[in-house]
């Protein structure tokens, strides 16, 4: 009877390639999952992923074309260092927006994208913006 070597790839058996592959997905998953502060995100444009920030200030533009509601985090429009933009056609679903995330700390999760020199997540749903306190 024939004993069969398993081949090795790397030093590795064959048989534990999906495993360790499966482990470096997790992996790599997790870290994009990370939570960003505004200061980070400015360095992640074009990426998904978590801001979290104190809501500071906040502006309902009723009358601006598009009725955007702004929420901007650590620091106060105009030098504020991220925003977080619900447009009005999703406004409904955030329910009171300049109440219910007042001097709330937030995370947003999104595509972050950026306007004029300020980083952003433009939010479709409220599953995409968690009050942590």
């Given at each position: 009877?024939?004993?069969?070597?398993?081949?090795?790839?790397?030093?590795?058996?064959?048989?534990?390639?999906?495993?360790?592959?499966?482990?470096?997905?997790?992996?790599?998953?997790?870290?994009?999952?990370?939570?960003?502060?505004?200061?980070?995100?400015?360095?992640?444009?074009?990426?998904?992923?978590?801001?979290?920030?104190?809501?500071?200030?906040?502006?309902?533009?009723?009358?601006?074309?598009?009725?955007?509601?702004?929420?901007?985090?650590?620091?106060?429009?105009p030098?504020?260092?991220?925003?977080?933009?619900?447009?009005?056609?999703?406004?409904?679903?955030?329910?009171?927006?300049?109440?219910?995330?007042?001097?709330?700390?937030?995370?947003?999760?999104?595509?972050?994208?950026?306007?004029?020199?300020?980083?952003?997540?433009?939010?479709?749903?409220?599953?995409q913006?968690?009050?942590e306190?």
């Amino acid at each position: 009877m024939k004993f069969l070597q398993p081949t090795l790839i790397g030093g590795w058996p064959r048989r534990f390639i999906p495993a360790l592959t499966l482990a470096l997905l997790l992996t790599a998953s997790s870290f994009s999952q990370k939570k960003l502060s505004t200061a980070e995100a400015k360095d992640h444009i074009g990426e998904t992923a978590t801001v979290c920030g104190d809501v500071v200030s906040i502006r309902y533009a009723a009358s601006t074309r598009g009725q955007p509601t702004f929420l901007n985090l650590d620091k106060p429009y105009p030098n504020q260092i991220f925003t977080v933009l619900i447009w009005g056609s999703n406004r409904s679903k955030f329910g009171t927006p300049e109440i219910d995330y007042k001097a709330k700390h937030v995370c947003v999760t999104g595509k972050i994208t950026e306007y004029r020199g300020t980083p952003e997540v433009v939010t479709n749903d409220p599953q995409q913006l968690k009050v942590e306190r």
